[in-house]
Nanobody
Framework: QVQLVESGGGLVQPGGSPRLSCAASGTIFPRDTMDSMAWFRQAPGKQRELVATITSAGSTNYADSVKGRFTISRDNAKNTVYLQMNSLKPEDTAVYCC?????????WGQGTQVTVSS
């Protein structure tokens, strides 16, 4: 089993630039890395939205709503994925969850709340 634990959320002012982290741990074989990793978010009353993805080779994709403001990255040695969020807006308020594929299984974190408000 693999566990994903997110950190870095909280209350942020509009225009703020927090960074979320998601670390994978558990039964990970030595020298293995996660396959694709991603960030999703879900705002109250809305469907879960894919925010950004990154492959093991570092190729990235973003939702149009965050393109140019958010950057996904990863540290394969630490099995950790990051989401650098810049120029936050109130509509970015959501629970942010990470997701990782490993050995043909998909794992999810519990999520971290990001609230954008002055």
């Amino acid at each position: 089993q693999v566990q994903l634990v997110e950190s870095g959320g909280g209350l942020v002012q509009p225009g703020g630039s927090p960074r979320l982290s998601c670390a994978a741990s558990g039964t990970i074989f030595p020298r293995d890395t996660m396959d694709s990793m991603a960030w999703f978010r879900q705002a109250p009353g809305k469907q879960r939205e894919l925010v950004a993805t990154i492959t093991s080779a570092g190729s990235t994709n973003y939702a149009d709503s965050v393109k140019g403001r958010f950057t996904i990255s990863r540290d394969n040695a630490k099995n950790t994925v990051y989401l650098q969020m810049n120029s936050l807006k109130p509509e970015d308020t959501a629970v942010y969850c990470c997701n990782a594929d490993y050995r043909r299984r998909t794992y999810w974190g519990q999520g971290t709340q990001v609230t954008v408000s002055s």
